[in-house]
């Protein structure tokens, strides 16, 4: 619910693309086009990290550090 702010980006350790959907979502909130894009990443996103296992999950984000899909 809030991949459109980016926290999901925080609890991983990935502040500055988490800072960046967060600006994103806030400063284009009046405009309907980057919040649309923001929900998008978002829910694309979630659905990458509950699809992982748990070994590729942690290889992926926690040792490579990958910040985009």
Same mark, same amino acid.
Request: include cysteine; charge should be negative.
């Given at each position: %619910?809030?991949?459109?702010?980016? @926290?999901?980006?925080?609890v #991983?350790? #990935?502040? &500055? &693309?988490?800072?960046? %959907?967060?600006?994103? *979502?806030? !400063?284009?909130?009046?405009?309907?086009?980057?919040?649309?894009? %923001? %929900?998008?990443?978002?829910m694309? +996103?979630?659905?990458?990290? #509950? &699809?992982? *296992?748990? +070994?590729?999950?942690?290889?992926?984000y926690? @040792?490579?550090?990958? +910040?985009? !899909?």
């Open positions: %619910m809030l991949g459109t702010l980016g @926290v999901h980006k925080f #991983l350790g #990935l502040n &500055s &693309s988490g800072a960046i %959907m967060l600006a994103v *979502s806030i !400063f284009g909130a009046c405009l309907y086009l980057p919040i649309l894009a %923001m %929900m998008t990443i978002g694309i +996103e979630g659905i990458i990290y #509950l &699809s992982k *296992s748990d +070994e590729d999950f942690y290889q992926t926690a @040792v490579q550090k990958k +910040e985009w !899909f």
